[in-house]
């Protein structure tokens, strides 16, 4: 039915988490009346949007990406994606499976996705420098 994520599979979920990750200075739009906040609270909320937009939007694999893609939508946009090039699948009926679906059937389709063998899964639980690593499709060494 599906398998490993390909490199245009990849792409177009590369494009899903950049369509809907939050850009760092909308998220400053929030601070109505910005330039009357204090200096130091002022160059904290720049600062930190500097450091945001430094990683934007999230690269798939990221634990920002990854975090959008563990939602609701973004597991949706996973399958649909895993799914539609093998299956007449609609997003909606996608978005319908996943509702239905429990957390052991989920990891079973990101083990089908990334191929990771579980050695680089329990790699990625203990280290979080290599979740960005692991969760990439056929990151062996």
């Not at 939050?22 to 904290?44: A, H, I, M, T």
């Not at 978005?95 to 990101?110: G, I, P, T």
Request: negative net charge; aromatic residues 6%; glycine residues 4%.
């Amino acid at each position: 039915m599906c398998g490993e994520l390909t490199l245009n599979q990849i792409s177009d979920l590369q494009a899903w988490v950049s369509s809907v990750a939050v850009n760092p200075l909308d998220k400053l739009s929030q601070f109505k009346g910005l330039q009357s906040l204090p200096p130091e609270d002022r160059r904290f909320l720049l600062s930190k949007a500097w450091e945001e937009a430094e990683s934007f939007p999230p690269k798939f694999g990221s634990d920002a990406s990854n975090v959008l893609l563990s939602s609701p939508e973004g597991m949706a946009q996973t399958l649909y994606t895993m799914l539609r090039v093998h299956q007449p699948v609609t997003l909606e009926e996608a978005r319908d499976v996943v509702r239905h679906m429990n957390l052991e059937e989920w990891v079973a389709v990101q083990r089908v996705a990334t191929n990771r063998t579980p050695k680089e899964e329990i790699e990625a639980e203990l280290d979080p420098k290599a979740r960005g690593k692991a969760a990439r499709p056929n990151g062996r060494k």
